[in-house]
Every structure is written in structure tokens, then in C-alpha cells.
């Protein structure tokens, strides 16, 4: 049974390969939320990537083949997620970028390994890389090292005595909010209250109003901006007198629009946004990107997508094959690779190392200043 | 105790605008024994066409009572227009047509609002601008009442007190209630039963986009499918009031929004909406005809 | 041979052979139709025969394949093992849901049976004693093993589902000419005559519930098999309407009814992805404009009173 298994992988793998040396082009697939809740998130990815493959096609392609982008529309929804990984992988892909949630990027993980599919994603829970696929590694910086640093900023830099962390419960949220309270916790900080919302409700004064009473110093959330916003809003509305402190997702220009004059003073912890990255490569790609959609991107995911596929066609360019198993290694092994979000690291289990946040302060006309 | 009170504001607040969604669902099902499950579309779609208006004609700045008082009766107007479309093309044909049809016609005029919308504002959230009503609040000893808040209660009041007197006092609100009570016989007293259900559906329509506005102004994020949740609950709450009855859908949207304060304050956020179900369903099996509506023997 | 047996071979061959003409992409969506045409039918079995208003169906097919991947996942249980538990929790909870509130009139169990669906789907999103996996779901789900051998190609699932097919149109067929069919044909027709009859209405209706249930169980099991994931979004309140408009957008009681609603429903959308964006629109329409003309479903071919709008000018002809 054994031979039998591996005689048909090594047939399978034979025809995919030689499928692949056959044709002229070569297939990278975007999963991301085309619509729904985050499709500008998901557009940006795939704008994005659209942008990357068509400069390198313009360059001669991919060892000479040109690169055919194939997106699917998984609505941050994991079942659709799966769908889009079976589709995907039908469609032929070597490498796929995505997705924008954790959710729908682990549902499909496995797909994508079960047939040797490279995917990156910008997902941020921890759970991500806990099965150590080799096909996966992550373009973005993992929730522990967002909370430790958020900890330390609440506890230490700020000298917060009543913490309250809220999240919704999606696993990348609750997730976060977890590792804040325990990343607290770790320096001796003090939660007053570990509180869920549900998304999508918008109506949070309920759980505010009991807030209310425990007269917290702080609401740190940990969440996404379409909560978040009407989160602050409600909060200055019911007279809080707490500081309100909003993990990376909170960074959306929605956020400002749905909080109003409310967004005044939050403060958001998130990874350098794109218009203050200081690397070369920033300013070439985010120039690039404007004059061709109009628009920045609105946050630095779709930004480390594109470093992850920059990573993919790196290694394809220095194994010199569409092997995904030594592209995967070769990107395992890369040293300070120049990507546009800074120096890209992967460690073994596909972690992303070398994470730098910054604190940012929202002014009163919906611009903010990076505070540290 | 003031946690307690401003719990019970909160929760007045949204009960009141359940109630003046729940209204439409109960006008409509009184009249034509229909679930018009396309009434919670209708109000995400007068929440989008407010939002276009206020934001076309005006800016987001310099609103005047007038300009605000415009904006309420345009959306209103187009509304009631989408609610008397709906009943023609949807529901007018299927009068006598079996029952599950009505059903299935409503939940397509349903989808075809929901998606309307999205092709129509796209998928992405659109957002009202925060400031239509001044950010003013009063503090009584504790508890607080925003403009806003009290815009809603106030206006709420007043349009459920003259809906009662409409369908009590006026000729045409007892022509309404007695073609709920029996279409045939009020055909024969010379009732003309098409313009009656017109004009419960512009009634609904109106009272459903004024819910829909206020849910734009206080909660001001807006999504294609937003429909489906506020239309649900209000649904729940014509149901918990008896529904076929006018002062049920009020006092059923009321009690609704304070249980789910109090169940999301004091309870648990997570089950609220688990709660407010089982809510319904009990009252389905002890008391299916609702707090204030009554029971109908059935005709063999 | 008569003319439905004549239909229904027709369709089970070209069903039948279909795997050795499609490309991936194609089989994946025959899966998909095969899967939602036997919740349709089982759908078709509450609704259709005995006239249970029921708009939770999606619970059902949930149970079913939550069921597959907690006993998978969290247990370790051979997925083939985990079909039997999936038909027997499904019917239990359907018994169990549907027995308090089964005297209910139309509406008010239709109402019902929403609540259900959506206790439901927020049970599954809160991830309750830790198993549903929250508003993620669960993924990983193992393939099947028969004997030794992974079934885990489109095609064995495709013949999976296929088989399930037949399994059901047979109990479906059976059914119709046993007692509980002619029972469940009565009560839906007049369910005070049948009552007065001496027919036991609530046991037939709850029979028929039980019975459905359990065959979208297993149809659950294997949708969470074909995509090794499952998560509360699929099984939510809006794929219960889907399932309540399929039957009676085909016809009720109706095997090519229910066969052309499934493939209307689920597979075009598959095909014109273009048309994405406005399906549901075109969906809602076409809800509407089939109950107008045909209220009585697609399948058999019986006009309704057709407005004056959609009539045909006099002489246009």
C-alpha cells in the first residue's frame, strides 16, 4: 500500500512538473476577500500582487515564463477559504498569496500542503505556523510579539493600573487579546477585565456600560476597525474616562470615519504603516502603486503580501526551479532579503522574525503622529 | 444603580427602533396573513439612500433642522414608493396563490433588495457622517442621554402615538382593521382592499425608513446586509407582541430591546443573541399568538 | 416503465458517467450538486411531503458534518465510523428540536425553525465546550479509509455522494409506497381530515422530520469530507432559505423539481462566476417571477394566475 501511495505521488508530482516545464506561463494564486467586510484589504493584496508580477513580466517573466495571476474570492470566510484552496490548486498554482484573516488562511493550509502549493499569508494568530507546514511561511510578524510589546508599552511606558482587553471572537482577535492579557500579566500588570464583543453587532454599550463601572484607565482592543471605530465612538459617547488603545487591524482610514471627532487620542499599535516605511524598496513600490490605482494601500498587509511574493520569486530566481520544496527551504535560508516592509527573515517553522512596531496618536483632524 | 438605568436607556433606545421596524412587519402580516421578509431590506435601503442624500445635498456639514427634516421625508417618500413596487410586483400577484409561494416570493424581493444594494453602493461599508445631530449630552446624576438618543425616543413616541390614533380614530384605520379582521366581508361592506394594503405597505414603508435612518445616525456604519439583522429582530419582536397587533409590535420591539440589554450587561454578550431566540421560541410554544394578540380558532 | 423512472434513469446515467468526462474543477462542483441535491431531496421529504414549514434545514446538514469532523478531528475516529453517529445525532436533535413545537401552525413554526438555525450558527461561532472551533470552524478533516485504501481523489468522493444519491431516491421511493408515505400524503393535503381520520399527525410529521434529517446529516459528513473543513457560515440561516426555496422553486415532491432548483441554486453560480457579483439579485428574481407564473414550482408544468404585466398582448401572438 505504502509503494502504492508513493508510486502515485511521484506520478502525480512527475506530471505536475513536467506540466509545468511544458507551459510557457506560470500560474501564482491570490486568496484574499475580494468582497465582503475587508475586500479593500483583499483588493489592495491582490492590486498588489497584480503590480509585483506585472513589472516582472515586463522584465522577461519568471525564468522565462510568464506569471498568470489567479485570485479567488474567500470572503474571509474559512469555508469559502477552503473552496478557493481546492479551486486554486485545480487551477494549476505554484505559490498562492494569502489570505488577509488568519481564519481563512488556516483553513486552507492544509490543502495547499497536502499538494506542495507555497502560500504565504499575512496572518498574524500564532496558530499559523503551529503545524509547521513546510509550504507556509508568514509575511507578517506573529500576535506574541505584538503583545509583549503592547504589554510593555501599557504597563511600563504608560504606568496603567486598570487594564480592560477586549477583543471579538474571531481566532485572530481573541487571539491577540489572549496574548495581551497574558503578555501583561507576565510583567505584573493588572487586568480589571478580559471582555469579547461580537462583530458586527455595532451596538457595544451594553458591554461598555459595564466597563463603566470598573473605571478603567485603559480599553486596549484588539480587533478589527469596523468594530473598533464604533467601539471609541461609543465609548466617548457613554463618558469613559479611559484611554482607548487599538491593536494593528484598528489601523484603517474607516476607523477615523466611524469614530468621528471621537478618534481623537487613540492610540494604535500596529507595524510602521506604509507612508513612514524608510527602506528603498518602500518608496519605489508605494510610489508605483499609487500612480497605477489611484490610492495607497490602506494598511501595511497588503505590503507584506507583496514582500512574501517578492520572497517566492527571489528563490525561484536563486534555486533556479519551480521545485516548491527547495523555494521553500531557499526561503528559509535568505539573509536580510531587502523587502519593502524591511529586512525579511524566516525562520524554520515559517515564522517571520525581526518585528519593529510603533505606537501611533490619532489628532483631531484624522491624521496621526508616531508617538514612539 | 446608574449602570442599571443607563442599561435601561441603551436598551429603550434600540427597542425603539426595533418597534418602528417591528411595525411594518405587523401591519403587513395583519393585513395579508405575509411574513414580508423584504421589510428589513427596505430599511437597510432607506439607511443608504439617507446616507446619499445627507451626503449629495448637503455635505456632512452645516445641517440645519431643516435640511435634516428634508432628508427624513425625501427618504421616506422614495421608500414607501419601494414598498408599494414590492407589493405589486411581489406579493399583489400571489394574493390567492398557496401560502409557502408568498413565502418564497418574499424571500426573493429579499435577496433582490440586499444585493441591490450591494451592486448599487458596492460591498464595503459606507459610513454616516458622525455629526447630524449635535454630540450634546446630558448628564442626569449619572446617566447619560445623548442628542441623538433622545432624538430617537422622542420622535419614536410621537410617530407610534399617531399610529395609533390613525388606524383607532380615522376612517381609514378602521378600514384597515377590519380588512385584518376578514378581507371577504370587507370587500362586500365596500371596502376597495387594494388600496388599503397600498396603503399599509407606504405606512410600514415610511415608519421602516425612519428606523433605518436613526440606525444610520447612532450606529453610522452601514453594510449591503444589515437588512437581515435589524429585520430579524424586529421581526422577533412583532412576534413576542403578538403579531397582527400595532401596540404589541410597540411594546414587543420595547421589551426586546431592554432584554437584550440586560441578557448582553449582565449575562453574557456571546449568548445574547441565543437568548433573545429562545426567548421567542418559548413564547411560540406557551403563548404563539403573542403577548398582546389573541388566539384564532381555526376555520375548518 | 413509466415516464419518472424513465427520467430518473436518464439522469442517475449521466450522472453516472460524468467523472470520466469532467476536468478537477468540474468534478468539485458535481460533488457540490450531488451533496446539495440529497439535502434537497431530504429537504423535499419535510417540506414537500409532509408539509412541514421547516426553514432550519441547514442544522441538519451541520450536525451531520460537524459531527464527521469533531469525531475526526478531536477523537481521532476513522471518518468512515463517524457516518453512523452523524445520522443518529441528527435525527435525535431533530426529534428533539422539532417535538416541542410540531402542533405549531405554518408561520409560527417557520419562525420557530429560524430561531433554531440561528441558535445554532451562533453555537457553532462560539466555539461551545471547545470543539466547533469557533467562527473558524474546524479544518484538517482526514480522508476516508475503506480497507486500507485513501479515498481521497474527486472522483471516490464524487462516487461517494453518488452513491448517497441513490441510497436516498431509493428510500424516498420506498417511502412513498409504505404507509408513513401515504400517511405523510394526507396530511399534507388536509390536516384536519386526516386528523379526524385517526391519523396520528405530530408521530408522521415528526417521522418525517427524523428521516430528513438524518439523510442531510450524512450529506453533511460528506460535504465536510470533500472540502476537509467546515466552519458556521455554511450551515447559517441563509442556506436554510436556500434549501426551502430549492424545493419549492422545483416543485414539491418533485424529483426533476427538486433536481433543477439544486442545479439552479448552487451549480450555476459555480459556473458563471462573472455574474457573482449580481447572482443573489438574479436569484431573488427569479424566486419571485417562478412563484408568480408557476406557484406551484417549476416541475410539473402548471401555470398560476399570471399578472396582467406578464401576460402576452392579445394577438401578439
Redesign the interface.
Given at each position: 500500500m505504502k509503494i502504492k501511495n508513493i508510486a502515485s505521488a511521484l506520478a502525480l508530482s512527475s506530471v505536475m512538473l513536467s506540466s509545468v516545464a511544458v507551459a510557457d506561463t506560470v500560474k501564482i494564486g491570490v486568496q484574499a476577500p475580494i468582497t465582503g467586510k475587508y475586500a479593500n484589504e483583499g483588493q489592495s493584496i491582490d492590486n498588489f500582487v497584480r503590480l509585483i508580477v506585472d513589472e516582472k513580466n515586463a522584465q522577461g517573466g519568471l525564468l522565462g515564463k510568464q506569471i498568470e495571476v489567479v485570485t479567488c474570492d474567500d470572503e474571509a470566510k474559512a469555508q469559502k477559504a477552503a473552496v478557493c484552496a481546492k479551486k486554486l490548486v485545480n487551477a494549476g498554482v505554484f505559490a498562492v498569496i494569502g489570505s488577509y484573516t488568519s481564519g481563512a488562511t488556516e483553513a486552507a493550509q492544509s490543502t495547499y500542503f497536502r499538494n506542495k502549493v507555497l502560500q504565504t499569508s499575512d496572518g498574524t494568530s500564532d496558530s499559523l505556523i503551529k503545524r509547521k507546514y513546510w509550504t507556509f511561511f508568514r509575511n507578517s510578524f506573529p500576535n506574541a510579539a505584538q503583545s509583549d510589546f503592547t504589554a510593555e508599552y501599557m504597563v511600563n511606558v504608560k504606568k496603567y493600573k486598570k487594564i480592560v482587553v477586549l477583543s471579538d471572537y474571531s481566532s485572530y482577535s481573541a487571539g491577540l487579546g489572549d496574548a495581551t492579557e497574558a503578555s501583561v500579566k507576565a510583567i505584573n500588570g493588572n487586568i480589571l477585565f478580559r471582555g469579547k464583543i461580537k462583530s458586527g453587532v455595532q451596538n457595544f454599550t451594553s458591554t461598555l456600560t459595564k466597563i463603566k463601572a470598573m473605571k478603567p484607565d485603559v480599553i486596549y482592543y484588539s480587533g478589527y476597525y469596523t468594530d473598533g471605530g464604533l467601539l471609541r465612538a461609543q465609548q466617548i459617547q457613554l463618558q469613559i474616562d479611559a484611554d482607548f488603545v487599538g491593536g494593528d487591524s484598528n489601523d484603517n482610514p474607516d476607523f477615523y470615519k466611524l469614530a468621528g471627532k471621537s478618534a481623537a487620542g487613540t492610540v494604535l499599535i500596529n507595524f510602521p504603516t506604509p507612508e513612514i516605511l524608510p527602506y528603498p524598496e518602500a518608496k519605489k513600490y508605494l510610489s508605483a502603486y499609487k500612480k497605477r490605482f489611484n490610492m495607497s494601500p490602506p494598511s501595511i498587509w497588503p505590503v507584506t503580501n507583496a514582500d512574501g511574493l517578492r520572497a517566492i520569486i527571489e528563490g525561484v530566481e536563486k534555486t533556479k526551479s519551480f521545485d516548491t520544496k527547495k523555494i521553500a527551504s531557499y526561503i528559509r535560508t535568505m539573509k536580510d532579503f531587502p523587502g519593502i516592509t524591511g529586512p525579511f527573515n524566516v525562520r524554520e517553522d515559517g515564522e517571520r522574525v525581526g518585528a519593529k512596531f510603533v505606537v501611533y496618536k490619532m489628532k483631531n483632524d484624522g491624521t496621526k503622529e508616531v508617538v514612539k | 444603580m446608574e449602570t442599571f438605568i443607563q442599561q435601561l436607556i441603551n436598551g429603550l433606545t434600540v427597542g425603539s427602533l426595533y418597534a418602528l421596524v417591528a411595525l411594518g412587519y405587523t401591519m403587513v402580516y395583519g393585513v395579508m396573513k405575509l411574513i414580508n421578509f423584504a421589510h428589513g431590506d427596505l430599511v437597510a435601503f432607506s439607511a443608504y439612500v439617507g446616507l446619499t442624500i445627507f451626503t449629495q445635498f448637503y455635505g456632512s456639514n452645516a445641517l440645519t433642522l431643516v435640511n435634516i427634516v428634508i432628508v427624513f421625508s425625501l427618504t421616506s417618500i422614495v421608500v414607501a414608493f419601494m414598498g408599494v413596487l414590492l407589493e405589486r410586483l411581489a406579493y399583489r400577484p400571489l394574493r390567492t396563490a398557496p401560502r409557502l409561494s408568498a413565502v418564497v416570493s418574499a424571500l426573493g424581493a429579499s435577496l433582490v433588495i440586499q444585493n441591490g444594494i450591494m451592486l448599487i453602493w458596492g460591498p464595503n461599508m459606507e459610513i454616516f457622517p458622525s455629526d447630524i445631530f449635535p454630540s450634546t449630552t446630558w448628564n442626569f446624576g449619572g446617566v447619560l442621554i445623548s442628542y441623538t438618543q433622545f432624538v430617537i425616543l422622542a420622535l419614536s413616541a410621537f410617530l407610534m402615538v399617531s399610529l395609533y390614533l390613525f388606524i383607532n380614530k380615522t376612517k381609514i384605520g378602521t378600514a384597515i382593521r377590519a380588512t385584518a379582521i376578514d378581507q371577504d366581508a370587507a370587500k362586500l361592506m365596500g371596502i376597495n382592499v387594494n388600496r388599503i394594503v397600498m396603503i399599509i405597505f407606504i405606512v410600514g414603508s415610511m415608519l421602516g425608513a425612519i428606523g433605518g435612518l436613526f440606525i444610520g445616525v447612532y450606529y453610522r456604519g452601514l453594510t449591503f446586509d444589515m437588512g437581515w439583522m435589524y429585520g430579524l429582530n424586529a421581526f422577533i419582536a412583532a412576534i413576542i407582541g403578538g403579531i397582527g397587533s400595532i401596540p404589541g409590535a410597540m411594546l414587543g420591539g420595547l421589551l426586546l430591546g431592554l432584554f437584550n440589554a440586560m441578557i448582553s450587561g449582565y449575562i453574557s454578550t456571546e449568548w445574547a443573541e441565543t437568548f433573545t431566540f429562545i426567548l421567542l421560541i418559548i413564547i411560540l410554544i406557551v403563548r404563539p399568538a403573542g403577548l398582546l394578540g389573541h388566539n384564532v380558532a381555526e376555520k375548518v | 416503465m413509466n415516464n419518472k423512472t424513465t427520467i430518473t434513469i436518464a439522469f442517475l446515467a449521466i450522472m453516472a458517467f460524468l467523472p470520466l468526462l469532467a476536468?478537477?474543477?468540474w468534478l468539485?462542483i458535481g460533488i457540490t450538486f450531488l451533496v446539495f441535491a440529497v439535502v434537497a431531496f431530504s429537504q423535499d421529504i419535510i417540506l414537500g411531503r409532509a408539509g412541514v414549514?421547516n426553514m432550519g434545514h441547514a442544522i441538519f446538514f451541520g450536525i451531520g458534518a460537524y459531527t464527521t469532523a469533531i469525531l475526526n478531528v478531536h477523537f481521532g475516529l476513522e471518518i468512515i465510523y463517524t457516518i453512523p453517529f452523524a445520522i443518529i445525532f441528527s435525527a435525535i436533535i431533530a426529534v428533539l428540536l422539532a417535538g416541542?413545537?410540531i402542533h405549531?401552525?405554518?408561520?409560527?413554526f417557520?419562525?420557530?425553525t429560524?430561531?433554531?438555525n440561528?441558535?445554532f450558527e451562533?453555537?457553532l461561532?462560539?466555539?461551545i465546550f471547545g470543539l466547533t472551533g469557533?467562527?473558524?470552524?474546524i479544518?484538517?478533516i482526514d480522508v476516508i479509509r475503506i480497507f486500507?485504501?485513501?479515498l481521497f481523489s474527486d472522483t471516490a468522493i464524487y462516487y461517494i455522494a453518488f452513491g448517497l444519491l441513490i441510497i436516498t431516491l431509493f428510500i424516498i421511493r420506498n417511502l412513498d409506497n409504505s404507509k408513513y408515505g401515504r400517511a405523510l400524503y394526507y396530511i399534507n393535503k388536509d390536516e384536519?381530515a386526516a386528523k379526524s381520520m385517526g391519523i396520528n399527525v405530530p408521530y408522521y410529521k415528526l417521522f418525517a422530520f427524523a428521516l430528513g434529517a438524518s439523510i442531510a446529516g450524512v450529506a453533511g459528513s460528506v460535504f465536510a469530507i470533500q472540502?476537509?473543513?467546515?466552519?458556521p457560515?455554511?450551515f447559517n440561516?441563509m442556506q436554510s432559505?436556500m434549501f426551502?426555496?430549492i424545493v419549492?422553486?422545483g416543485g414539491s415532491a418533485s424529483l426533476p423539481g427538486v433536481i433543477i432548483g439544486t442545479f439552479v441554486m448552487f451549480v450555476l453560480p459555480e459556473l458563471f462566476t462573472e455574474f457573482?457579483?449580481?447572482r443573489?439579485?438574479i436569484?431573488?428574481?427569479?424566486?419571485?417571477l417562478?412563484?408568480?407564473l408557476r406557484?406551484?414550482g417549476v416541475w410539473p408544468v402548471t401555470f398560476?394566475?399570471?399578472?396582467k404585466f406578464?401576460r402576452p398582448k392579445k394577438g401578439a401572438k
Open positions: - | - | 476536468d478537477s474543477a468539485s414549514f416541542p413545537i405549531l401552525k405554518g408561520d409560527y417557520l419562525v420557530a429560524i430561531g433554531f440561528i441558535i451562533q453555537v461561532s462560539n466555539d469557533g467562527p473558524n470552524g479544518f484538517g486500507g485504501y485513501e384536519i472540502y476537509s473543513a467546515v466552519s457560515e455554511s440561516f432559505v426551502f426555496a419549492l422553486v457573482k457579483e449580481s443573489y439579485l436569484f431573488g428574481a427569479a424566486m419571485v417562478t412563484m408568480i406557484p406551484n398560476g394566475n399570471i399578472p406578464l
